[in-house]
């Protein structure tokens, strides 16, 4: 790349109360209370009662009931006040306003406004405001209000779809706000602005209204991506000119220059520091084919780590004025400080390792070059789907909360795919005890064990105890020392991955090589990731220029050997998430990729 490359070392150093919530066997009613901001039931212990029969009353785990009421695990009494933790509870409570002024505390949750609030309580928004001075000019979460209420609070009326464009979805046992998005293919965004006030947190029986027909579906979706079709946004708005002499692209990654030696620092610290210099040594080896490709660039490298108030500094340099195409920052908070700044510059932001798709929100201008989780597992389910319609498909589920997010991902994009039930299998205490009853002496079986619990693991290949059996499992599967080699073997183990290195690539062979030659070290996954993250926004601005964005699907990169890049907008105002994924599996004891 033109010029030198600048290495600019820099120093770094509750629960929403939800009355539409899930049904418990009998009807409670009883006072809540805010405590050291967490908001609890109070249950006055009536004669015969336990602490088991109370916990299953309010639906929540014995043991959060106990860790809430110091003592109570060595006997409770007549008339005694336990506290239920709201936050671990699933029943339908009736709240009773605990003092003799008729007023309830509500912690304010992330993204509650005063009229949502006004809303849930079905309390006029004057009153809330009048009974919470100051509150009408804006709240914050954490803030505790004080909500007006006469007698007992009843659970709002029924939603109603406000136009024929808006369906109203009923929350299902395991279902999260993104795998609803993915269900009508509408984005989490577009939810959002449809339910003001509406959380991460759902319960089952919560209504929320969907804009089905508020955007229009996509095309189809192919084995390596997402389950589920993408949705044409338009373009992002690129200011400035869009063809430039010369780029400037910056790397803000945790290189942790400012430890003396590595004798002080923490296992953790360590594989940071591996995983910076293995990003940036393949994004330099990268920097060189682009230039012989004819792109010119100058490259900043900035030590940034997970400090917010460092990234404010970095964006003020006077070089990051200019600044085109940024990589990073790894953490969340530097990387949104970072996103917000560059909405306003124009330079276009890339998160390089995993994180939650929450980070493209409201960030147009950021892409993840990682698929989420729950978006591979939506693919895996549209993979499972038409790879295996003839055989005998098996999901093992739990309820860990986890492994729900990719149970209802895998089963959503199933059935989607075919039609058909899936046959289930609970895993009850973390047994899988039964599940071989549920396999087929002929034909091939296929078990999808979306979990990483060792003690399952330790289990499940001696329960299922079979030669014609395929299983699926987690990405972690791959470093998870509890599987035996025999069993990856035996039961053709295979899990999906964002990027795959296939060793016996001759391209890749080569690479390594020349990788072991200019740094005297080894390639790991984030060598290869770097070397191919810079290759392809390198020929991004080579052939659109900033902008890119525009174009990511008209983005050649054989020479991205690990990674293929399916870019799709999240939301109208939020970033675009890489989609394709590999689904990997061992045959004769070697990992290969099953999706090609």
Same mark, same amino acid.
């Given at each position: 790349?033109?010029?030198?490359?600048?290495?600019l070392?820099?120093?770094?150093?509750?629960?929403?109360?939800?009355?539409t919530?899930?049904?418990?066997?009998?009807?409670?009613?009883?006072?809540?209370?805010?405590?050291?901001?967490?908001?609890?039931? *109070?249950?006055?212990?009536?004669?015969?009662?336990?602490?088991?029969?109370?916990?299953?009353?309010?639906?929540c785990? /014995? +043991?959060?009931? *106990?860790a809430?009421?110091?003592?109570?695990?060595?006997?409770?009494?007549?008339?005694?006040?336990?506290?239920?933790?709201?936050?671990k509870? %699933?029943?339908?409570?009736?709240?009773?306003?605990?003092?003799?002024?008729?007023?309830? +505390?509500?912690?304010?949750?992330?993204?509650?406004?005063?009229f949502?609030?006004?809303?849930?309580?079905?309390v006029?928004?004057?009153?809330?405001?009048?009974?919470?001075?100051?509150?009408d000019?804006?709240?914050?979460k954490?803030?505790?209000?004080?909500v007006?209420?006469?007698?007992?609070?009843?659970?709002?009326?029924?939603?109603?779809?406000?136009s024929? !464009?808006?369906?109203?979805?009923?929350?299902?046992?395991?279902?999260?706000?993104?795998?609803? !998005?993915?269900?009508?293919?509408?984005?989490?965004?577009?939810?959002?602005?449809?339910?003001?006030?509406?959380t991460?947190?759902?319960?089952?029986?919560?209504?929320?209204?969907?804009?089905?027909?508020a *955007?229009?579906?996509?095309?189809?979706?192919?084995?390596?991506?997402?389950?589920y079709?993408?949705i044409?946004?338009?373009?992002?708005?690129?200011?400035?000119?869009? /063809?430039?002499?010369?780029?400037?692209?910056?790397?803000?990654?945790p290189?942790?220059?400012?430890?003396?030696?590595?004798?002080g620092?923490? *296992?953790?610290?360590? %594989?940071?520091?591996?995983?910076?210099?293995?990003?940036?040594?393949?994004?330099?080896?990268?920097?060189?084919?682009?230039?012989?490709?004819?792109?010119?660039?100058?490259?900043?490298?900035?030590?940034?780590?997970?400090?917010?108030n460092l990234?404010?500094?970095?964006?003020?340099?006077?070089?990051?004025?200019?600044m085109?195409? /940024?990589?990073?920052?790894?953490?969340?908070?530097?990387?949104?400080?970072?996103?917000?700044?560059?909405?306003?510059s124009?330079?276009?932001?890339?998160?390089?390792?995993?994180?939650?798709?929450?980070?493209?929100?409201?960030?147009?201008?950021?892409s993840?070059?990682?698929?989420?989780?729950?978006?591979?597992?939506?693919?895996?389910?549209t993979?499972?789907?038409?790879?295996?319609?003839?055989d005998n498909?098996?999901?093992?589920?739990?309820?860990?909360?986890?492994?729900?997010?990719r149970?209802?991902?895998?089963?959503?994009?199933?059935?989607?795919?075919?039609?058909?039930?899936?046959?289930?299998?609970?895993s009850?205490?973390?047994?899988?005890?039964?599940?071989?009853?549920?396999?087929?002496?002929?034909?091939?079986?296929?078990?999808?064990?979306p979990?990483?619990?060792?003690?399952?693991?330790t289990?499940?290949?001696?329960?299922?105890?079979s030669? +014609?059996t395929?299983?699926y499992?987690?990405?972690?599967?791959?470093?998870?020392?509890?599987?035996?080699?025999?069993?990856? +073997?035996?039961?053709?183990?295979?899990?999906p991955?964002a990027?795959?290195?296939?060793?016996?690539?001759?391209?890749?062979?080569?690479?390594i090589?020349?990788?072991?030659?200019?740094?005297?070290?080894?390639p790991?996954?984030?060598?290869?990731?770097?070397?191919?993250?810079?290759?392809?926004?390198?020929?991004?601005?080579?052939q659109?220029?900033?902008?890119?964005?525009?174009?990511?699907s008209?983005?050649?990169?054989?020479?991205?050997?690990?990674?293929?890049f399916?870019?799709?907008?999240?939301?109208?105002?939020?970033?675009?998430?890489?989609?394709?994924?590999?689904i990997?599996?061992?045959?004769?004891?070697?990992?290969?990729q099953?999706?090609?």
């Amino acid at each position: 790349m033109k010029g030198l490359t600048h290495f600019l070392l820099t120093c770094f150093a509750s629960s929403v109360l939800l009355l539409t919530g899930c049904h418990s066997m009998a009807q409670v009613t009883a006072p809540m209370e805010v405590i050291e901001g967490k908001s609890y039931y *109070l249950h006055t212990v009536k004669k015969g009662e336990t602490a088991y029969a109370i916990s299953k009353l309010y639906e929540c785990e /014995i +043991n959060a009931l *106990l860790a809430a009421n110091p003592g109570a695990d060595s006997g409770i009494r007549e008339g005694q006040t336990l506290h239920i933790p709201v936050e671990k509870s %699933k029943a339908r409570v009736t709240i009773l306003a605990p003092d003799k002024d008729g007023f309830i +505390n509500h912690e304010v949750q992330k993204r509650e406004t005063l009229f949502s609030i006004a809303r849930l309580y079905s309390v006029d928004v004057n009153r809330l405001a009048e009974a919470n001075p100051g509150s009408d000019t804006g709240i914050k979460k954490g803030q505790i209000l004080k909500v007006p209420l006469t007698g007992a609070v009843q659970a709002p009326k029924e939603l109603q779809p406000s136009s024929q !464009s808006v369906k109203v979805h009923t929350v299902q046992a395991g279902e999260t706000l993104y795998s609803i !998005s993915r269900q009508y293919n509408v984005p989490v965004d577009v939810i959002e602005q449809s339910n003001p006030g509406l959380t991460e947190t759902l319960s089952v029986g919560q209504q929320i209204r969907v804009p089905v027909k508020a *955007l229009p579906l996509g095309t189809e979706p192919n084995e390596h991506s997402s389950g589920y079709g993408t949705i044409d946004f338009g373009p992002v708005k690129i200011d400035g000119p869009s /063809i430039k002499a010369s780029y400037q692209i910056a790397l803000m990654l945790p290189f942790l220059t400012s430890a003396s030696d590595t004798v002080g620092m923490t *296992l953790k610290e360590k %594989k940071l520091q591996s995983v910076a210099f293995q990003i940036y040594r393949g994004a330099m080896m990268a920097s060189d084919t682009l230039q012989s490709m004819g792109l010119s660039a100058d490259i900043y490298t900035y030590d940034l780590a997970d400090d917010r108030n460092l990234a404010r500094e970095i964006v003020k340099k006077e070089e990051m004025q200019a600044m085109d195409l /940024i990589i990073g920052p790894a953490f969340r908070d530097p990387l949104q400080e970072v996103a917000t700044w560059a909405a306003k510059s124009g330079a276009h932001v890339v998160c390089p390792v995993p994180q939650v798709n929450k980070v493209l929100l409201s960030s147009p201008n950021m892409s993840k070059a990682y698929a989420s989780e729950l978006t591979m597992w939506e693919g895996m389910g549209t993979f499972v789907g038409k790879k295996h319609q003839k055989d005998n498909v098996i999901l093992l589920t739990t309820k860990d909360v986890e492994d729900l997010k990719r149970i209802q991902a895998f089963r959503s994009s199933y059935k989607a795919q075919t039609g058909d039930s899936l046959v289930e299998h609970e895993s009850v205490n973390r047994s899988v005890s039964g599940l071989s009853k549920k396999l087929k002496p002929t034909g091939r079986n296929v078990v999808i064990v979306p979990t990483a619990d060792k003690l399952i693991l330790t289990t499940i290949f001696r329960e299922l105890n079979s030669n +014609n059996t395929i299983v699926y499992g987690t990405e972690d599967w791959e470093e998870n020392n509890v599987i035996e080699p025999s069993s990856r +073997n035996k039961y053709h183990i295979r899990y999906p991955k964002a990027h795959f290195t296939d060793y016996h690539d001759e391209h890749i062979q080569s690479w390594i090589e020349s990788f072991r030659k200019r740094y005297r070290s080894e390639p790991d996954e984030y060598g290869f990731l770097g070397y191919s993250i810079m290759m392809y926004y390198g020929k991004g601005l080579m052939q659109y220029g900033r902008q890119f964005p525009n174009h990511f699907s008209d983005i050649p990169c054989p020479e991205c050997a690990v990674s293929a890049f399916d870019f799709v907008r999240t939301g109208g105002e939020s970033g675009f998430e890489n989609r394709h994924f590999f689904i990997v599996g061992t045959e004769d004891f070697e990992l290969i990729q099953v999706n090609k």
